[in-house]
Nanobody, 123 residues
């Protein structure tokens, strides 16, 4: 059974920092591209960042560049999102997503989501 479990969310003041974690089980973690998405109340879920299987290629949405850092530890089967200089508009539920890489035979049908962790930025 595949499980992605996010943790690390919470309430933080504007300008503060949080580090999210997503621990995976039931998959060969090192074969999966990992992503972070977020969904604010009343809005569509949106892409935040992703990282390839080895950590060599990373992409960010423009609104988080320079503030958020995605990383992964394949030995620990965990992907992280370090979030600095948080703003009220970063308030959302943050989800991690695992997609089997095409390098390892992925064809878009091995996709898994975590249950999300709430991040609230407020004074």
């Amino acid at each position: 059974q595949v499980q992605l479990v996010e943790s690390g969310g919470g309430l933080v003041q504007p300008g503060g920092s949080l580090k999210l974690s997503c621990a995976a089980s039931g998959i060969t973690f090192s074969s999966y591209t990992m992503s972070w998405y977020r969904q604010a109340p009343g809005k569509e879920r949106e892409f935040v960042a992703d990282i390839d299987t080895t950590g060599s290629y990373i992409n960010y949405r423009g609104f988080v560049k320079g503030r958020f850092t995605i990383s992964r530890d394949n030995a620990a089967r965990t992907v992280y999102l370090q979030m600095n200089s948080l703003k009220p508009e970063d308030t959302a539920i943050y989800y991690c997503k695992a997609v089997l890489s095409a390098i390892f035979g992925g064809k878009g049908d091995n996709i898994y989501w975590g249950q999300g962790t709430q991040v609230t930025v407020s004074s």
